[in-house]
């Protein structure tokens, strides 16, 4: 059974910097791509960055560029993402994801979904 775990949101004033960690288990990521997502209160979901296991792209939303960052771990089955300089309006719950199975990936079609880790980013 596949899972994904997320962790390290928190709350942070603006400016500040969170790494969020996506840990899986029972899926190599290798496979596929592994990606992080958000959703605001009253707003729909967004895609904030892939990473495509086996070429090592990385694409992002255009409001991250420049200050977020999705890594790998050392370890296959952990995925990183590095926010710094955060602003209020980067205040969400989180998700991490896998497997994409359909269309552009920020269109969210993954297979496998954490239950989510909550940045809050104070002003």
């Known amino acids: 059974q596949v899972q994904l775990v997320e962790s390290g949101g928190g709350s942070v004033e603006a400016g500040g910097s969170l790494r969020l960690t996506c840990a899986t288990s029972?899926?190599?990521?290798?496979?596929?791509?592994m990606a992080w997502f958000r959703q605001a209160p009253g707003k729909e979901r967004e895609g904030v960055a892939v990473?495509?296991?086996?070429?090592?792209?990385?694409l992002y939303d255009d409001s991250v560029k420049g200050r977020f960052t999705i890594s790998q771990g050392n370890a296959e089955n952990t995925v990183y993402l590095q926010m710094n300089s955060l602003k209020p309006e980067d205040t969400a719950m989180y998700y991490c994801?896998?497997?994409?199975?359909?269309?552009?990936?920020?269109?969210?079609?993954?297979?496998?979904w954490g239950q989510g880790t909550q940045v809050t980013v104070s002003s």
């Open positions: 994801a896998a497997e994409q199975f359909a269309g552009n990936w920020w269109q969210g079609n993954f297979r496998y």
């Open positions: 029972g899926y190599t990521s290798s496979r596929n791509c």
């Open positions: 990473f495509y296991t086996t070429s090592g792209r990385t």
